[in-house]
C-alpha cells in the first residue's frame, strides 16, 4: 500500500500491510505483548500483588486480604531517524521509494525495540531511554510482588542443554504467573542450530519448526519449543543501551504474554522533506524522517524467565 504524502506532516505507516507483517515478524514484543493504548507521554496501568483467599466461616466477616496493589508506569520514549535520497536517485515514484524505505525503517524499529525492552543490562538512569528493560527488572527486587532480584535471570551457563533450558522455563512455570494458555517464548536466532540438536527423553527434537507440532509437518506456522509459541528476535541480546545490532550474549525469555505491557503513544510513521524547500535545498537531497513514541513495563517481574548463555 503506497504512502500518498499530502503536505498533511506525519504519515502512519504502521497500517501498511507490508511494514505491519515485517514487524511483527521482526519484533515478539510487538507481536505477543500487551497493547496499552497511550492518550499522554505517561500512564499508569494497575499492578496487583495478587488476592489471597480463605474459608469464610458463616456469620463472620469475610478473609482480609493483605496483598499489595499499586501500578506500574508506561512512559513513552521516541524512537527515529531519517534517510536522505538524492533528487539525481528520485527516478522511481516517490511511493515506490518511500514504501521500500518504510518496510526497512520497520524492521530496524522492530530489531531496536526488542532490544530496548528484553535485553539492556543498566538501569534507564544509565541507558539514557525512559523505561527499564526485563533484564534489568530480572536483577532487581520488587516488593509488591515478593520478587527477588536474580531468582528468574540465570546467566551463569556457557552453552544451552536440555536440562538448563528446561530448568530455566521451570522457573517460571512454577511461579504465581504462570497461564499455559499465555506463555510464549523469546529467543535470539542462535538458539536455533543449538535447539535443533538438544533431544528429549525419547530422542525427538525439543524444537518443532512446523505448522502441526511435530517434525516434517507441514510449515508455515509457529514454532514450538516445550510446547509453547516461539518467537525469534534479532534483539535477544545483552546490550549496554540498546541497539538494533546488538553483540552481547544470546539469550532466551519465558513468560506470560499478558505481562509484556507494551504503550502504544504514536505509531511509526514517517514525513517526507523535499529537496525543493527547506533543509533539502542546501544539498539537492529529498529526506525521509522516521518516528515512534512507545513506552514499554513489566507487569511483575515473576511473570517471567531468562537464560543468558556465553
Given amino acids: 500500500m503506497a504512502v500518498a504524502f499530502t503536505g498533511a506532516g506525519w504519515i502512519p505507516i504502521e497500517t501498511n500491510p507490508d511494514v505491519i507483517q515485517k514487524v511483527q515478524q521482526t519484533s515478539a514484543v510487538e507481536r505477543f505483548g500487551h497493547h496499552v493504548p497511550m492518550g499522554s507521554n505517561t500512564k499508569y496501568t494497575p499492578r496487583s500483588g495478587g488476592v489471597v483467599l480463605g474459608r469464610w466461616a458463616k456469620s463472620t466477616s469475610a478473609p482480609a486480604d493483605s496483598s499489595p496493589n499499586d501500578s506500574v508506569l508506561l512512559a513513552s520514549d521516541k524512537i527515529g531517524g531519517k534517510v536522505t535520497i538524492a533528487e539525481e536517485d528520485m527516478s522511481d515514484s516517490l511511493a515506490s521509494i518511500v514504501d521500500a524505505k518504510s518496510v526497512d525503517a520497520g524492521t ?46 540465570s546467566t551463569g551457563a556457557t552453552a544451552a542443554t536440555y536440562d538448563n533450558l528446561s530448568a530455566s522455563l521451570g522457573v517460571y512455570e512454577q511461579g504465581d504467573y504462570f497461564d499455559e494458555a499465555e506463555t510464549i517464548v523469546i529467543a535470539h536466532p542462535a538458539f ?17 519448526e512446523s505448522s502441526n507440532g511435530t517434525a516434517g509437518g507441514g510449515q508455515g506456522g509457529t514454532p514450538k519449543l516445550f510446547g509453547y509459541d516461539l518467537q525469534w528476535s534479532m534483539g535477544c ?19 506470560n ?13 514517517v514525513n517526507f522533506q523535499d529537496a525543493e ?31 543468558v548463555i556465553g
Fill in 192 to 208: 536455533k542450530q543449538i535447539l535443533r540438536g538438544i533431544k528429549d527423553n525419547s530422542g525427538s527434537p525439543i524444537l518443532n
Fill in 257 to 269: 504474554r499478558q505481562y509484556l505491557q507494551v504503550g502504544d503513544r504514536n505509531p511509526l510513521a
Fill in 108 to 153: 530496524s524499529y522492530a530489531k531496536l525495540f526488542d532490544n530496548v525492552c528484553l535485553g539492556i543490562t543498566a538501569a534507564k538512569a544509565t541507558s539514557g531511554w525512559l523505561f527499564d528493560s526485563l533484564y534489568y527488572i530480572l536483577t532487581q527486587n520488587d516488593t509488591v510482588t515478593g520478587y527477588t532480584g536474580g531468582t528468574n535471570l
Fill in 277 to 307: 524547500t527547506g533543509i533539502g535545498v542546501d544539498t539537492d537531497e529529498n529526506v525521509l524522517y522516521f518516528r515512534a513514541r512507545k513506552a514499554f513495563a513489566v507487569g511483575a517481574p515473576g511473570a517471567f524467565s531468562m537464560q
Fill in 237 to 255: 541480546k545483552t546490550s549496554a543501551a540498546g541497539s538494533q545490532a546488538p553483540t552481547g550474549k544470546p539469550f532466551i525469555v519465558y513468560g
